[in-house]
């Protein structure tokens, strides 16, 4: 079974850049895609962006495209995801999880393993 931790997380001023990073371990190849997801304070978990470990195909929710990058690095099993021009927004609780499935990378519900989480913070 995989196991996710996430790191990079902190505190930022709005405008700055943040990357996070998620180290996979006991990844198979049953694990097809790697998703980022958030939750704001006192808001439902939301899908901020996916990645497939073969092709690196990418999928971004709208209120991060042109702003936040996902990358892999498969000898590495770790996947990254740049943040940059954050917005107060943007603060939230970032996931990292990791999906057997071939679609529907925006629904949590398709997400078998998660991360512990780690804590962005932007400042005004």
């Known amino acids: 079974q995989v196991q996710l931790v996430e790191s990079g997380g902190g505190l930022v001023q709005a405008g700055g850049s943040l990357r996070l990073s998620c180290a996979a371990s006991g990844r198979t190849a049953s694990d097809y895609a790697m998703g980022w997801f958030r939750q704001p304070p006192g808001k439902e978990r939301e899908f901020v962006t996916a990645?497939?470990?073969?092709?690196?195909?990418?999928y971004y929710a709208d209120s991060v495209k042109g702003r936040f990058t996902i990358s892999r690095d498969n000898a590495k099993n770790t996947v990254y995801l740049q943040m940059n021009n954050l917005k107060p927004e943007d603060t939230a609780v970032y996931y990292c999880a990791a999906s057997p499935y071939t679609s529907d990378y925006a629904d949590s519900n398709k997400y078998r393993n998660w991360g512990q989480g780690t804590q962005v913070t932007v400042s005004s």
């Open positions: 990645i497939t470990w073969s092709t690196g195909w990418r």
